[in-house]
């Protein structure tokens, strides 16, 4: 009843600007949906663009962080010590404050930068 989150891509990427509309339309579509993932394409690029708009679109339905770009909003980097994290909050499923993804969700719920320990 409250809706339902399809994660995106565990491996791929948003591949033409044609296919990050059709998850813009979906989330129109379908007020249930939810969608989160992550991209490599720059904020600034065309499609990292568009991902930026559409997170903004749907702020409380769509969460695409962009990897590897702590100044892109929102933000995930890659760290292989917790000291590299800076001001990124190190993922907790990683540390063991949270037991899973599924408990935690604070990539879902904070625009902060997200930092996961190499693995």
Same mark, same amino acid.
């Given at each position: 009843?409250?809706?339902?989150?399809?994660?995106?891509?565990?491996?791929?990427?948003?591949?033409?600007?044609?296919?990050?509309?059709?998850?813009?339309?979906?989330?129109?579509?379908?007020?249930?949906?939810?969608?989160?993932?992550?991209?490599?394409?720059?904020?600034?690029?065309?499609?990292?663009?568009?991902?930026?708009?559409?997170?903004?679109?749907?702020?409380?339905?769509?969460?695409?962080?962009? *990897?590897?770009?702590?100044?892109?909003?929102?933000?995930?980097?890659?760290?292989?010590?917790?000291?590299?994290?800076?001001?990124?909050?190190?993922?907790?499923?990683?540390?063991?404050? *949270?037991?899973?993804?599924? *408990?935690?969700?604070?990539?879902?719920?904070?625009?902060?930068?997200?930092?996961?320990?190499?693995?």
């Amino acid at each position: 009843p409250r809706g339902f989150v399809v994660r995106l891509h565990i491996l791929g990427d948003f591949y033409s600007v044609e296919y990050a509309l059709f998850w813009a339309s979906q989330l129109r579509k379908i007020p249930a949906l939810r969608i989160f993932g992550y991209t490599a394409h720059p904020q600034r690029s065309e499609i990292g663009a568009l991902l930026h708009f559409i997170n903004r679109q749907f702020a409380d339905r769509c969460v695409i962080r962009f *990897s590897g770009q702590q100044d892109a909003v929102p933000a995930a980097i890659t760290i292989d010590r917790e000291d590299e994290a800076g001001t990124a909050i190190i993922c907790p499923a990683q540390t063991g404050k *949270s037991d899973c993804c599924g *408990s935690c969700a604070l990539c879902w719920a904070t625009e902060k930068t997200i930092a996961f320990l190499r693995h």
